[in-house]
């Protein structure tokens, strides 16, 4: 049976994930964040000691996360880590082993595996290019780094946490440089996608973007 799946690749804070979560949720389609895989790995990693820089030891915790999804929460080891996993300093070390082959390849089938009836919407960086690279629409979506930097302070002073823009700034640079320029599956958009630039754009207007794009196919 052939599966409909929408791919939203993009950079960090391009707002890809929020989009993602609105198309799915209106078209009744299973939601693959597949950061969130990433950032389990890496909390697993930090809370287990294991060294950032072990690839094999790395791996092998990506093999066996013990990881499940239900309800729109996130467990590890059945402890809710929806909350911790989004910290800046999971992102960043998500973002180092995820450059190691490895890892990536130990995530693989579990990609896959949220691939279901009646459809998904997979959100990331590889989606479209390496995990499904057959999906029926692929968007890449990003927005400038000063837009990102800018949604990103709001979202924590929203949150009532100090934030510095030229640190935010600078750390997303850091971020898209080491997403870009790894040599596995390389944050690029994927043949055949369609780019959609939200510096300027609403949630609201993303979607409706998105959803669109999926009517005419
Ligand atoms: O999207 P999010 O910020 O949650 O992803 C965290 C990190 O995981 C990214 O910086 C990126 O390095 C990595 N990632 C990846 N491939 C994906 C999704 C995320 O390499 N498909």
Known sequence: PHIPVITIDGP????????????ADRLGYHLLDSGALYRLTALSAMRAGVALDDEQAVAQLAEHLPAS??????????????????????????????AFPRVRQALYALQLGFCKAPGLVADGRDMGTVIFPNARLKVF????VEARAERRYKQLIGKGISANMDDLLADLQARDERDTHRTVAPLVAAEGAYILDTSDMTVDEAVEQVLHWHTLL
């Open 12 to 23: 960090t804070a391009s707002g890809k994930g929020t989009v993602a979560a609105r198309v």
């Open 69 to 98: 999804f239900a309800n729109g929460g996130i467990l590890l080891a059945s402890e809710e880590v929806g909350e911790a996993i989004r910290a800046e300093e999971v992102g960043n070390c998500a973002s180092k082993i995820a």
């Open 141 to 144: 979506l990003t927005a400038s």
